[in-house]
């Protein structure tokens, strides 16, 4: 499966949210669904009581049963609001209404009523009514108030039209407020994955766990037993590396002291001894680094021990041990120094610069230059080991600091291992390593970038 083709990761945090909001919208219509049922019947118990003492004051005042004909509907208006309660009367004796309302029915609601008083619902002309009936003491008249069905519904409507548009606010405000909340408690995860991608290899202390969710607890205690697994693993290859190359160094000496002797009693075997004696000094070589990797890979920044380093002494020190070996190479030599000193381990530098031209003599041939220049370089420090020299194609100087890589068609033997050393005291002491042209544009240039004063 290809990397386009592999599915993409979700998100833990999108789908509590929508676990979330699908269960609070569920809940929310639910709610509203029985608020609604609630405000009916409390709606309704209202609007009863409104019938009832309606009902009641209008038996009050009413002192005879003279018909007096319908009451003329009420002007709308300008500016004002429709009626919503809307409730229509009738006074109704020996089955005939003397009184109504204009919105009431020209015959009574109730024909025939047997209690003193009660609700009761009745269907008019194809409305729906609610209606209370009270009768006077002697029996002589009653009271008939009515209210259509849609009237109740029409305020419940008025109501949701309200309503609506702040419940949905809310709903909307709760997932913002339930996004925030998520990436709260979400926080020690992203802190613990934090903490978890520093990891390097230099660096593989256990997570702390004093601070973790019980949710994590598991997998962090997986992780710290790996971390324990592996920083054991390579403490055990660092400890190999360094045992087997110190141990290395003692016999390789003995041997090439005996071939410089056997060359010197067989003369006629020199050139065969001398190709030998190379090798041995080729092996020598890898054992050292070897032995300075093994070194160097446990180390951190912390344990560093920084100091100003004097430039210019290192620079005429370089040239007095370079000098005869470019010399005999045809190779012109030259360091400028025109900083006074940078902040590094003095011991550590001078491998760092000792590799970085002992491979440009190497690596060049005769008519070349090779230059070293310590300046000043865009508001840093930087030491500079430029050659003109065949150098190196694009694709190879991404993987020059690959231990044991090298460049192919090279002549000259090598470990593959100094730019490797080169690269990791630069990380120790955070400096950028970079690989570019070289003089005029031709071979190869590396440049060592000391971060800005004050920067970690």
Not at 56 to 73: E, F, H, N
Not at 106 to 118: H, K, L, T
Not at 147 to 167: C, G, T
Not at 279 to 293: G, H
């Amino acid at each position: 499966m290809t990397r386009a083709d592999a599915p993409r990761p979700w998100s833990l945090r999108r789908r509590l949210l929508a676990a979330i909001l699908a269960a609070s919208t569920v809940l929310w219509l639910g709610s509203l669904g029985t608020l609604t049922v609630i405000a009916w019947q409390e709606t309704g118990e209202v609007f009863d009581d409104a019938l009832e003492e309606s009902a009641y004051m209008l038996m009050a005042a009413t002192t005879d049963l003279d018909a007096r004909g319908l009451l003329a509907p009420l002007p709308a208006r300008r500016g004002e609001h429709v009626r919503k309660v809307d409730m229509q009367y009738q006074v109704v004796a020996a089955g005939r209404v003397l009184q109504r309302s204009a919105g009431a029915p020209s015959s009574p609601f109730v024909g025939a009523f047997d209690d003193d008083s009660g609700f009761t619902d009745l269907d008019v002309d194809g409305d729906h009514w609610r209606v209370f009936v009270v009768r006077d003491e002697a029996r002589r008249f009653e009271v008939q108030v009515g209210q259509q069905a849609d009237k109740r519904f029409d305020i419940l409507e008025e109501l949701a039209e309200v309503l609506w548009l702040p419940a949905l606010g809310f709903l909307a405000l709760l997932a913002l407020v339930c996004w925030w909340l998520i990436g709260r408690v979400l926080t020690p995860l992203r802190r613990t994955a934090a903490a978890i991608g520093a990891k390097t290899p230099d660096d593989l202390a256990q997570v702390v766990i004093d601070d973790q969710p019980r949710e994590l607890l598991p997998i962090v205690g997986a992780l710290n037993d790996v971390f324990a697994r592996l920083d054991m693993a390579l403490q055990a290859e660092r400890r190999f590396t360094a045992d087997a190359a110190h141990e290395l160094r003692t016999p390789l000496a003995g041997l090439h002291m005996h071939v410089q002797l056997l060359q010197r009693q067989h003369p006629a075997l020199a050139a065969s001894f001398q190709k030998l004696r190379q090798d041995i000094t080729r092996l020598t070589a890898l054992v050292d680094s070897l032995l300075t990797l093994a070194r160097l890979d446990p180390l951190a920044r912390t344990q560093l021990g920084r100091q100003a380093v004097a430039l210019p002494p290192l620079f005429a020190q370089l040239q007095g041990e370079y000098a005869m070996e470019a010399a005999q190479r045809g190779i012109a030599l030259s360091l400028r120094c025109a900083l006074d000193a940078v902040a590094a381990d003095p011991h550590m530098l001078g491998i760092m610069l000792r590799n970085l031209l002992g491979n440009a003599l190497r690596y060049c041939p005769a008519g070349s230059r090779v230059e070293v220049v310590a300046d000043r370089h865009a508001g840093h420090d930087r030491i500079a080991v430029r050659d003109d020299g065949p150098g190196v194609d694009e694709a190879s100087r991404r993987r020059l600091t690959e231990r044991f890589f090298r460049v192919l068609g090279q002549e000259e033997g090598g470990s593959g291992l100094g730019l490797s050393i080169v690269q990791r005291i630069a990380d120790l002491h955070g400096i950028v390593l970079g690989f570019g042209p070289g003089l005029d544009g031709r071979g190869l240039g590396v440049t060592l970038d000391w971060p800005p004063a004050g920067a970690s």
